[in-house]
């Protein structure tokens, strides 16, 4: 089992930049496939970047790519989430997640909610105009 705690959001304008981190308890974090959601008030938890259990490849929906970067720190149990360029859009509550994946097709079904078992309590990120 898995504890995630989120930091790092908060208010900034459009066009800045804020730094996520999800911090892991227990001695297995290099074993779980780590993700990023998000969920604006009234829409549904949507995925934003997930990244595979060694740190090498990284996934992001088209709505972040080239503005956001997930990253991760397996000595420190730590996964992060660059965001920059931010925009309006942006602003939600942002959830780390964690799923267990057996064998090297880490990526299929990385996009969905329900194929991560463990998640963090969430932290607002809101962006002004």
Do not use: H
């Not at 990244?51 to 080239?66: E, K, P, Q």
């Not at 996964?79 to 859009?89: A, G």
Request: charged letters at 20%; glycine letters at 10%.
């Amino acid at each position: 089992q898995v504890q995630l705690v989120e930091s790092g959001g908060g208010l900034v304008q459009a066009g800045g930049s804020l730094r996520l981190s999800c911090a892991a308890s227990g001695r297995t974090f290099s074993s779980y496939v780590m993700g990023w959601f998000r969920q604006a008030p009234g829409k549904e938890r949507e995925f934003v970047a997930a990244i595979s259990r060694s740190g090498g490849d990284t996934i992001y929906a088209d709505s972040v790519n080239g503005r956001f970067t997930i990253s991760r720190d397996n000595a420190k149990n730590t996964v992060y989430l660059q965001m920059n360029s931010l925009k309006p859009e942006d602003t939600a509550v942002y959830y780390c997640a964690a799923r267990i994946v057996d064998g090297a097709r880490w990526y299929l079904r990385v996009t969905f909610v329900m194929e991560y078992r463990y998640w963090g309590q969430g932290t607002q990120v809101t962006v002004s105009s």
